[in-house]
């Protein structure tokens, strides 16, 4: 069964940084593109980050480049966001997801403010 299990939000000043961390279970992970998404409050899903199978290649939403970076362990079957400079608009519901499934985790919830 495919799961993801995302941890490591909370509560952050502005200006203030998390890691965010994704295991995956139940696919071969090595194999498969990951993407880290965000729901915040009255607001539709959107995709943040993605990362290629092999770490190569990444890319963002305009909102978060420069100051967020998707990263992958492929040993160890986790993806990782890195959140740097941290504003009260990040706050949200943070997932994480294969694409090629339409399964979904229950998200780590990440809140911004002073």
């Known amino acids: 069964q495919v799961q993801f299990v995302e941890s490591g939000g909370g509560f952050v000043q502005p200006g203030g940084s998390l890691r965010l961390s994704c295991i995956a279970s139940?696919?071969?992970?090595?194999?498969?593109?990951m993407r880290w998404y965000r729901q915040a409050p009255g607001k539709e899903r959107e995709l943040v980050a993605g990362?290629?199978?092999?770490?190569?290649?990444?890319n963002y939403v305009d909102s978060v480049k420069g100051r967020f970076t998707i990263s992958r362990d492929n040993a160890e079957n986790t993806v990782y966001l890195q959140m740097n400079s941290l504003k009260p608009e990040d706050t949200a519901v943070y997932y994480c997801?294969?694409?090629?499934?339409?399964?979904w985790g229950q998200g780590t919830q990440v809140t911004v403010s002073s």
């Open positions: 997801k294969a694409p090629a499934y339409v399964f």
């Open positions: 990362i290629s199978n092999t770490g190569s290649s990444t």
């Open positions: 139940g696919f071969t992970f090595s194999m498969y593109a």
